[in-house]
């Protein structure tokens, strides 16, 4: 089982960047996807995008123009690259591994430590 490891979290201010890091601990295989959650106080939980089976990324509309997904070549490392951050984007953010299968990234059961982001106005 995949284990991952998040990272890169920080305070920012409102319309400043970070990039998150999430470190798979093996190779990801090309049925394997990768979601991005983030969770902020008194709130459930909320998926943002992914990294599908093929590489491709899917965003959800509260981080579309802002927020990227990426990976390196070995396919281990995964980058979200947050831009015109905004206090409603405060949160612990998590990356989880799922299986593509028809379309959807299914049964997330390897999920990294989260690491914390807060936007300040």
């Known amino acids: 089982q995949v284990q991952l490891t998040e990272s890169g979290g920080g305070s920012v201010q409102a319309g400043g960047s970070l990039i998150l890091s999430c470190v798979a601990s093996i190779y990801t295989a090309n049925r394997v996807c990768i979601g991005w959650f983030r969770q902020a106080p008194g709130k459930e939980r909320e998926a943002i995008g992914l990294i599908d089976g093929y590489g491709r990324p899917h965003y959800a509309d509260s981080v579309k123009g802002r927020f990227t997904f990426s990976q390196d070549k070995n396919k281990r490392t995964l980058f979200l690259q947050m831009n015109s951050l905004n206090p409603e984007d405060t949160g612990m953010y998590y990356c989880?591994?799922?299986?593509?299968?028809?379309?959807?990234?299914?049964?997330?059961?390897?999920w990294g430590q989260g690491t914390q982001v807060t936007v300040s106005s």
């Open positions: 989880a591994a799922g299986l593509w299968s028809s379309g959807l990234c299914k049964h997330y059961d390897s």
